[in-house]
T-cell receptor, first 116, second 111 residues
Framework: GAVVSQHPSRVICKSGTSVKIECRSL??????MFWYRQFPKKSLMLMAT?????????EQGVEKDKFLINHASLTLSTLTVTSAHPEDSSFYIC????????????FGQGTRLTVV | GESVGLHLPTLSVQEGDNSIINCAYS??????FIWYKQESGKGPQFIID?????DKRQGQRVTVLLNKTVKHLSLQIAATQPGDSAVYFC??????????FGKGTTLSVSS
């Protein structure tokens, strides 16, 4: 199947700093990528839909100024957690689907963010 | 709120048993459903999918059943193995929109 690579897999940062997470589709083009957040022992919660060349669509309750999403190319979307606080600590996962299809979504390996 | 949910948060079985994991969804417009397996610290891994024009689909050791009348989805794992231990999520979507995940069932397989 298609491969989605997410980097870094693990990051620790200090409160007040910003952290960028990259999501790449390695062998296919993805006009749309999705960002999820997952708390321990909980399900994946959709944060936003990232659209190549346009603004991301955020789910209700997700702060767009806190979680900046940029989808500058057909193979790369980035999520920047700005002015991170301990409550932003979580597992962040991106996914992408083959362009123009209603098929399975391919997931990155996730990023474990710890804010200290 | 979540539109897809699982009936049981945990399921414990013996190696070799068959496992059945259930999921209820609420969006009648959903036309595509997927089961994912997630191991600790990793992203979801595709298991099997089914479209709304089907009611059953079989893979290797896994079967997905879809009952649109009661909006119910199930995953059957035959001859469950210790390596099947993980959290299982069902997810629904329509027309290429984002997947919406259910709450998850933790499957524990003892040998």
């Amino acid at each position: 199947g298609a491969v989605v690579s997410q980097h870094p897999s693990r990051v620790i940062c200090k409160s007040g700093t910003s952290v960028k997470i990259e999501c790449r589709s390695l062998d296919f083009q993805a006009t749309t990528m999705f960002w999820y957040r997952q708390f321990p022992k909980k399900s994946l919660m959709l944060m936003a839909t990232s659209n190549e060349g346009s603004k991301a669509t955020y789910e209700q309750g997700v702060e767009k100024d806190k979680f900046l999403i940029n989808h500058a190319s057909l193979t790369l979307s980035t999520l920047t957690v700005t002015s991170a606080h301990p409550e932003d600590s979580s597992f962040y996962i991106c996914s992408a689907r083959l362009q123009g299809s209603n098929t399975e979504a391919f997931f990155g390996q996730g990023t474990r963010l710890t804010v200290v | 709120g979540e539109s897809v949910g699982l009936h049981l948060p945990t399921l414990s079985v013996q190696e070799g048993d068959n496992s059945i994991i259930n999921c209820a969804y609420s969006n009648s417009a959903s036309d595509y459903f997927i089961w994912y397996k997630q191991e600790s610290g990793k992203g979801p891994q595709f298991i099997i999918d089914i479209r709304s024009n089907m009611d059953k689909r079989q893979g290797q050791r896994v079967t997905v059943l879809l009952n649109k009348t009661v909006k119910h989805l199930s995953l059957q794992i035959a001859a469950t193995q210790p390596g099947d231990s993980a959290v299982y999520f069902c997810a629904e979507t329509q027309a290429g929109t984002a997947l919406i995940f259910g709450k998850g069932t933790t499957l524990s397989v003892s040998s």
